[in-house]
């Protein structure tokens, strides 16, 4: 066991007047299991970076291990896997390097292919194999299940709950449920860390949000009523200090040092309701600074006039000479939210252009409402550039939605001048989304929706969907968002 210990640490990029980090402090300990959350931008992948020494910062991060970042960029990807893991690796034996990659359920034979040959999920395993046989080494793993099958997530974090040590940076809930122990959460305003796993420190994380929200509402009525005293309290001492000049209604004159006594008690007590009334705006600051918004957000979907949109009964899908998918049959009526599942290259995204309208080669029965309005979300942003108000324009959408559902997928009003291309990963897929939710179509199609994107945001987009019952055709690998979303599902 070992520690990191962060102290006073400040961050800012260059040109931002914005602090990143600003005078935190805390301890890791490397045998943690450690699991990062916080919205898009908050921070988690910049940590990672001044943990690897890769900016210059104000404070102190201390540490007697080697950090290892995934993704691992492999330079050669033409080489066989076993020298790709050698390279990464030198120390390691033939054995120990099979025994790592069978606890990941790869054959043997991957290490004898090209890299680039490779699949997403076994690039992925075989690499994080590699990082865990090094030497006094520990992982900063940055959003492994990116790209992944529900399958290969699966396994790849029960593989990492029998590690000791590690940072996870991951989006799916039930990935951080299943392998970490503890969680480091970057707020609004600090960074707290608590044992246990997400589901535990997000109960734990409403709890006091309810408890933050009814104090809130308690002492805002106290100050209304402080307030409203305080104000008759200073009208009394001020007709009481205006009468000193005055008679009484006998027209004797008035006891001016009665009087003065008199004023001098009711501006005490001006003073103290006064002094209860800053101590509960102060107490009242104190609250509601790590509540995230989480605003409903509203779409309206148009009514097509039939109540089948597509129907597909025995589709096969060619590139070439090669079948990516065999005999598919299903239909999508007003109302369905469908899920389609499979592992990777089983013909998902192929499925979803074909009821696109892109020319893809079949074989089968394939029907689609005519003057059927189609919103798509792909999985590629990297097309994303220019300002937001040119995106709306050129989209015809209503720019003021579209920043509006931005705004309440977190997005800080200074982020909407800058050039969409600058944005994080997460930032470019809610730019897609919000795109998606401004849009007056009959079907929405999202493939692969969520990745990048913050558990906080995916929470919120569940309970829109859930609301406004949007149809709906998705591919998401979260298992989370596909169970509370999909009323039904369709296996390839």
């Known amino acids: 066991m070992s520690l990191i210990n962060v102290t006073n640490l400040t961050f800012a990029y260059e040109g931002s007047y914005d602090n990143i980090f600003e005078n935190v402090s805390f301890q890791i300990d490397t045998d943690w299991k450690l699991g990062f959350t916080g919205r898009n931008g908050r921070g988690k992948t910049t940590f990672l970076n001044l943990l690897l020494d890769k900016y210059e910062y104000a404070g102190n991060i201390s540490a007697n291990v080697t950090f290892e970042y995934f993704p691992y960029e492999v330079q050669e990807q033409e080489n066989f896997t076993i020298d790709i893991i050698r390279e990464i690796s030198p120390n390691s034996m033939d054995w120990e390097i099979m025994k790592e990659l069978s606890l990941l359920d790869i054959d043997d034979d991957v290490l004898y292919r090209q890299f680039y040959a490779l699949s997403k999920g076994e690039q992925t395993k075989a690499l994080l194999a590699a990082m865990f046989l090094k030497e006094n080494s520990f992982l900063l793993i940055d959003e492994p299940t990116n790209h ?24 799916d809930r039930y990935f951080l449920d299943n392998c970490i122990d503890h969680v480091l959460s970057i707020n609004k305003t600090n960074i707290e860390i608590q044992k246990g796993n997400f589901s535990i420190w997000w109960k734990n994380k409403q709890r006091q949000d309810n408890f933050e929200l009814a104090e809130n509402e308690k002492l805002r009525k106290d100050i209304n009523r402080l307030s409203e005293s305080a104000k ?17 209604n006998s027209g004797s004159k008035l006891d001016k040092g009665y009087v003065g006594h008199k004023a001098a008690k009711i501006m005490k007590r001006s003073k103290s309701i006064e002094s209860r009334q800053q101590g509960a705006i102060e107490e009242k600051s104190k609250l509601l600074k790590n509540i995230e918004s989480s605003d409903s957000l509203k ?44 592992k990777n290259g089983s013909g998902k995204s192929s ?11 079949y074989t089968g029965s394939f029907n689609k409402g005519s003057q059927l309005k189609i919103s798509y979300v792909s999985q590629d942003t990297s097309y994303l550039k220019g300002n937001l108000t040119d995106y709306a324009s050129n989209n015809n959408i209503d720019e003021s939605l579209f920043k509006a559902i931005l705004r309440k997928l977190d997005f800080s009003r200074d982020q909407f001048g800058k050039d969409i291309s600058s944005f994080s990963g997460g930032q470019k897929k809610k730019v897609l989304i919000a795109k998606s939710l401004c849009e007056k179509v009959h079907l929405h199609i999202w493939d692969e929706p969520l990745n990048f994107i913050d558990i906080i945001s995916r929470m919120q987009i569940e309970e829109l969907l859930l609301e406004y019952s949007p149809t709906l055709l998705f591919v998401e690998h979260d298992s989370e968002f596909c169970k509370n979303i999909a009323t039904k599902s369709v296996e390839l």
Do not use: P
């Not at 979907?301 to 000479?321: P, R, W």
């Not at 499925?351 to 080669?361: A, P, S, V, W, Y």
């Open 148 to 171: 992944l099958d529900a399958e290969a997530r699966k396994k790849l974090s029960n593989y990492l709950r029998k590690k000791r040590g590690f940072i996870l940076i991951s989006h």
């Open 232 to 248: 008759r309290t200073s009208n009394w001492s001020n007709e009481v200090e205006k009468s000193k000049k005055g008679t009484t």
């Open 299 to 342: 779409i309206s979907q148009l009514v097509y006039h039939k109540n089948k949109l597509v129907e597909l009964e025995n589709i096969s899908i060619f590139y070439g000479d090669t079948m990516v998918c065999n005999d598919v049959g299903f239909s999508i009526e007003q109302g369905d939210r469908i899920v389609l599942k499979g």
């Open 351 to 361: 499925l979803i252009k074909l009821i696109c309208g892109e020319d893809i080669n």
